[in-house]
């Protein structure tokens, strides 16, 4: 497991000959799994600048959202 930066926050990720996963540790968001023949990521990174999650409520969810998001 290394650590690293994925766009601008704490990360850490793991990979083989076919992915590429990173984990954000502040959140546990699941942020990229890429695919690495085609370089695609299929999961989601806002247009906002995203930080490890402060506050409470909504403006939390906000601030840390990336990659993966389960909404029931």
């Given at each position: 497991?290394?650590?690293?930066?994925?766009?601008?926050?704490?990360?850490?990720?793991?990979?083989?000959?076919?992915?590429?996963?990173?984990v954000?540790?502040?959140?546990?968001?699941?942020?990229?799994?890429?695919?690495?023949?085609?370089?695609?990521?299929?999961?989601?990174?806002?247009?906002?600048?995203?930080?490890?999650?402060?506050?409470?409520?909504?403006?939390?969810?906000?601030?840390?959202?990336?990659?993966?998001?389960?909404?029931?």
């Amino acid at each position: 497991m290394n650590d690293e930066k994925y766009n601008g926050r704490r990360a850490c990720s793991i990979e083989n000959a076919d992915l590429h996963l990173t984990v954000l540790p502040g959140g546990g968001h699941i942020a990229g799994i890429v695919d690495k023949h085609t370089g695609v990521n299929p999961l989601w990174s806002p247009p906002w600048t995203s930080v490890d999650p402060v506050g409470t409520g909504e403006a939390r969810l906000l601030a840390g959202i990336m990659g993966h998001n389960l909404c029931l």
